[in-house]
């Protein structure tokens, strides 16, 4: 891997989509704080370039962050978002003032002259719409600097300084609402940096499998299997790597979907020939969150318990040296991000944090540099059937967390996974499952008085959830044609015994999250 791109974050909701626009283009990149970013880690790294991120402060505030100077030493290009922008005019010698005209959502960019950036793309004299998000305005350039387009709300909107290769633009590009935004990048990593983008899933599969021959050696690993995307692609690639070194252990905890279990242990034994050890542990589970009705504990009773059992059939296998795990990009970056990450306060991470010291193992994590859509493509790479790369997301915990504000049984566990078989079959055959980004049912703390035939019933209500996304990090509800979640309530009413009344979950994230619980 020879192109690097070091994205400097400082806070911005959206950093991660400056990523993939970049990682889009071909050219591999990462993400690191601001304040984790010096000579010695810049030198590590080695980028070929530097982009500075937005960012909810004020460059004008007293204990603002700024970039590291050896940004502006160290000879790179760089390109400034929004607050990387205000950062990099403050830092050399320019001012940013706060303003009464802020600029929120869609705006006009005026072309005034011609630079890199906008080769072959944007011409002198044209009018581009682009995403502000921006209260304090730049105000005087530093030396070398020229505006290259203007807003009503900007007067540098973008900036140039074509001699040191530094660009700055005070809208998002990497938005889907600057619908020029991810080639102005392109422009910039490929045209004024020289980036080969020559970065894809075949290079990284090549890479990440000399990686983890390095890591191991001749030591031998051990990999939880959950049945999702992320576990399921990382012991494929495993197993390319190092083969009858890894043994997968597939703990059912009885939370999974229908049939999820024998399906995993069908593609891993049948297909891939990997030894396995499937371990039936329903009854353990179920008898620890009995009468627990708290998310959170929920999660901390199964995470602790998936640990100890995957302990003791790790030490009926021989034991390992390593575990493999499925740890992704978004999971690293809100777990290193400087102010905590809203993984602090939202929900705990079951990937990220190590390992209990009492395992005396090291980790392999062949994945923690890729995104979500990354890990499908990486799997598609590996021959993978596409019931298991396409698969939606799937939380740790399972159907634990889908039962919210209630004690876990074995018969609201059947009621659900019938529910959202139901639900998942009904979205399959309409044609709909691969634009959705994940869909499940849950079961909700209400029962209600319902009229089946000439019978009363007081039976449980449910809740139908499907968003779009790209990352998870944000999302959308699905927009289903009334017709069908019609059809969709009748045959759950119908089928699944136990529910009487169907309801569809219409909130965004944020402010909600993906996930009820």
């Known amino acids: ?43 590590a790294y080695g980028p070929k370039a530097i982009i500075l991120s937005g960012g909810p402060a004020s460059v004008t505030e007293a204990k603002a962050p700024i970039a590291p100077q ?248 021989g034991g390992a040296d390593f575990l493999a795990q499925g740890t992704l990009y978004p999971d690293v970056i809100e777990s290193v991000s400087f102010d905590g990450g809203p993984s602090v306060t939202i929900k705990s991470h079951h990937n990220v944090g190590g390992l209990p010291e009492r395992m005396r193992m090291q980790l392999v994590e062949p994945l923690r540099d890729l995104f979500k859509d990354e890990v499908r493509a990486l799997g598609r790479e590996l021959d993978m059937p596409e019931l298991a790369v396409g698969r939606h997301p799937f939380p740790g915990p399972g159907l634990a967390i889908r039962i919210p504000g209630q004690p876990i049984t074995k018969e609201k566990l059947d009621i659900l996974r019938q529910a959202d078989a139901v639900y998942l079959d009904e979205i399959r055959n309409s044609g709909l499952y691969d634009e959705i980004w994940q869909a499940f049912a849950v079961l909700l703390p209400v029962r209600t008085v319902g009229v089946m035939g000439d019978s009363r019933s007081y039976d449980y209500a449910c809740a139908l959830r499907a968003v779009t996304s790209t990352d998870g990090m944000t999302a959308d509800s699905y927009p289903f044609e009334h017709e069908f979640l019609a059809r969709v309530s009748t045959r759950i009413i119908n089928e699944v015994k136990g529910i009487n009344r169907v309801t569809y979950d219409i909130t965004s994230k944020p402010p909600g999250t993906i996930e009820w619980e």
Request: glycine letters at 10%.
């Open 1 to 43: 891997m020879t192109d690097r791109i070091l994205i400097i974050d400082f806070g911005s909701q959206v950093t991660q989509l400056i990523a993939r626009r970049v990682r889009e283009s071909g050219v591999y990149c990462e993400i690191h704080p601001f304040n984790r970013v010096d000579e010695e880690s810049l030198h």
């Open 70 to 317: 050896v940004v502006f030493e160290s000879g790179l290009p760089v390109f400034g978002i929004c607050y990387g922008q205000q950062t990099m005019c403050s830092q050399l010698g320019g001012s940013v003032e706060p303003h009464e005209h802020r600029e929120f959502g869609r705006a006009m960019v005026d072309v005034v002259d011609d630079c890199a950036v906008f080769d072959g793309l944007w011409s002198t004299n044209s009018q581009h719409q682009v995403w502000m998000s921006h209260g304090d305005r730049v105000t005087a350039l530093p030396d070398g600097f020229r505006p290259v387009a203007v807003s009503e709300g900007a007067p540098y909107a973008v900036i140039a300084d074509d001699a040191r290769r530094y660009y700055g633009v005070q809208f998002h590009p990497e938005v889907f609402h600057t619908p020029n935004g991810a080639q102005l990048l392109r422009n910039f990593t490929h045209d004024v940096v020289g980036c080969a983008g020559d970065w894809t899933m075949a290079s990284f599969r090549k890479e990440a499998i000399q990686k983890i021959k390095d890591q191991v050696g001749g030591g031998r690993v051990i990999c939880g299997l959950s049945g999702g995307v992320d576990s399921s692609v990382a012991a494929v690639l495993l197993n390319a790597a190092i083969g009858d070194q890894l043994t997968c252990i597939f703990v059912d905890h009885g939370l999974l979907r229908k049939n999820e279990a024998e399906e995993v242990v069908a593609m891993f034994r049948d297909r891939f020939n990997i030894p396995l050890v499937h371990r039936d542990a329903k009854d353990l589970f179920l008898g620890e969150l009995e009468g627990k009705t708290d998310p959170e504990v929920k999660r901390k009773i199964i995470g602790g318990l998936f640990i100890d059992v995957f302990e003791e059939e790790a030490k009926k296998v």
